[in-house]
């Protein structure tokens, strides 16, 4: 962790307490997780307790305490999802990278998650790699998704 970085991000929010939850948000996308050094630094900077810095680190979804891969891999398991045999490429994607869902690869390169919806209920199943959405996916499209992430 470098924790110049985070210093660089709290001063880009002028150390403003009212302001925690945006500083997460760019520790988490610069770190890929929230290390528990910056968050003791955030803690320090912004006089509030480990406690609550922590509280909200645990509370909202979109962080993690545990290190995630380079490619973040989410899939879809609602309800049109579900009914597509979500459950299937969820279970290809696990043998295929060798990993539990929740669990990252030892490369750190991926990182696997099951999600409730992702809102494109038309594409289902759905799949997200990081910020990008691919619909229609099958078991032989997901083990051609890790290839394609994978250059």
Do not use: W
């Amino acid at each position: 962790m470098n924790e110049q970085r985070v210093s660089e991000i709290l001063t880009k929010y002028q150390a403003d307490p009212g302001a925690v939850i945006a500083i997460l948000q760019d520790i988490q996308e610069e770190f890929s997780y929230l290390p528990k050094n910056a968050l003791m630094i955030v803690s320090r900077e912004l006089d509030i307790p480990l406690s609550r810095v922590l509280s909200l680190a645990t509370f909202y979804t979109a962080f993690s305490l545990k290190p995630k891969g380079k490619h973040p891999i989410h899939v879809c398991l609602g309800t049109a999802c579900h009914v597509r045999g979500a459950q299937l490429v969820l279970e290809k994607f696990e043998r295929e990278l060798g990993i539990k869902t929740g669990e990252t690869s030892p490369d750190m390169e991926y990182s696997l998650d099951a999600v409730r919806c992702v809102g494109c209920c038309g594409l289902a199943p759905v799949v997200m790699v990081g910020e990008d959405v691919h619909g229609k996916i099958t078991q032989t499209k997901a083990a051609g998704l890790i290839k394609k992430y994978k250059k």
